[in-house]
């Protein structure tokens, strides 16, 4: 069995409508019935079920996930439910991805200058979203770990 001590967490969006219902699963069987995958791709996901924000567990931490090619080995994959291309974050979801991040960067010692979007290593993609901030998302992460 490999060891593996991330060193990175890549965020992403799922380009998909947040709304009240489970999509994580219909994320994860898309991820194993179509791409034919082991299991989700993200280790976390963040979505609205019910009035409320959630942490859903995708692979476990421990697991090398599925989510960006060439960086999956060293990196956790966290995917806020929603389109960032076409909406801004709810405070609620981004407070609970920056809460996730601080956690996990406290546990993994993982800086917060090594929290990074999708896009900064598939660049043709917009991922987290254009309306995503990821200098504004480790601002407020580093503000947890002082």
């Keep these: 069995?490999?060891?593996?001590?991330?060193?990175?967490?890549?965020?992403?969006?799922?380009?998909?409508?947040?709304?009240?219902?489970?999509?994580?699963?219909?994320?994860?069987?898309?991820?194993?019935?179509?791409?034919?995958?082991?299991?989700?791709?993200?280790?976390?996901?963040?979505?609205?079920?019910?009035?409320?924000?959630?942490?859903?567990?995708?692979?476990?931490?421990?697991?090398?996930?599925?989510h960006t090619i060439g960086h999956n080995i060293h990196s956790i994959g966290i995917c806020f439910v929603g389109n960032f291309d076409e909406d801004y974050p709810d405070m609620a979801q981004w407070n609970k991805g920056v809460e996730l991040c601080a956690n996990i960067a406290l546990r993994c010692a993982i800086p917060s200058a090594n929290i990074k979007g999708h896009n900064d290593y598939a660049p043709y993609k917009s991922c987290p979203g254009k309306r995503f901030d990821m200098d504004l998302f480790r601002n407020d992460v580093s503000a947890i770990l002082i």
């Design 1 to 66: 069995m490999k060891l593996f001590n991330p060193d990175t967490i890549i965020i992403h969006h799922s380009l998909t409508k947040d709304g009240s219902t489970v999509n994580w699963q219909a994320i994860r069987r898309y991820h194993m019935d179509e791409m034919r995958w082991i299991e989700i791709g993200y280790n976390y996901g963040i979505e609205l079920i019910g009035t409320q924000y959630e942490i859903l567990l995708g692979r476990f931490e421990g697991t090398i996930g599925a």
